[in-house]
């Protein structure tokens, strides 16, 4: 079964960066759509990047363009989610997904996605 897991989160200062890793497993990665989703208490799993399985279609929630950066390894298996100028409100546990076909491209909604990573704390304090 597909298995994605998630490093690389942490405890960091408002303007910080931290670079999340997604490892993934029981897929054949180079043909699958992969994205990066968050979630706080209370509120609904949200949307943050994701990237076609060539690494050449990419799409950001508006919050997070020009600050966050979504990238692809196809020969490791790995995605990555590089995220500079850390704002307290980036504060959330982070998914990697993985998507519900191959040869698919995702839009932003979770029904697009059909493997989830256990996911990453990221806490950033002003």
């Known amino acids: 079964q597909v298995q994605l897991v998630e490093s690389g989160g942490g405890s960091v200062q408002a303007g910080d960066s931290l670079r999340l890793s997604c490892a993934a497993s029981?897929?054949?990665?180079?043909?699958?759509?992969m994205g990066w989703f968050r979630q706080v208490p209370g509120k609904e799993r949200e949307f943050v990047a994701s990237?076609?399985?060539?690494?050449?279609?990419?799409s950001y929630v508006d919050s997070v363009k020009g600050r966050f950066t979504i990238s692809r390894d196809n020969a490791k298996n790995m995605v990555y989610l590089q995220m500079n100028s850390l704002k307290p409100e980036d504060t959330a546990v982070y998914y990697c997904?993985?998507?519900?076909?191959?040869?698919?491209?995702?839009?932003?909604?979770?029904?697009?996605?059909?493997?989830w990573g256990q996911g990453t704390q990221v806490t950033v304090s002003s």
């Open positions: 029981g897929l054949t990665f180079s043909t699958y759509s």
């Open positions: 997904a993985a998507a519900r076909n191959s040869w698919k491209l995702t839009g932003p909604e979770r029904a697009d996605f059909g493997s």
């Open positions: 990237i076609g399985w060539k690494g050449t279609t990419i």
